[in-house]
């Protein structure tokens, strides 16, 4: 299992996909290391806002 505590994006480059990128990376390395779990942990409220930036 993969544990992600923090994954900061800056304020002024948010909205450009970076998240979301860094994500796909992170699980495509999680694959080729044969980890087959990957949590996520926020640290803040989920809003309709940042929903999508959670889903990849």
Known sequence: MLLILS???????RGKGIGKALLF????EAVK????????KLPF??????????IF
Request: aromatic fraction near 4%.
């Open 7 to 13: 994954l900061y994006i800056r304020r002024n480059q």
């Open 25 to 28: 990376k992170i699980e495509k």
């Open 33 to 40: 290391s044969q980890i087959h779990k990957i949590v996520l």
């Open 45 to 54: 409220q989920v809003t309709q806002a940042n929903k999508l930036g959670i």
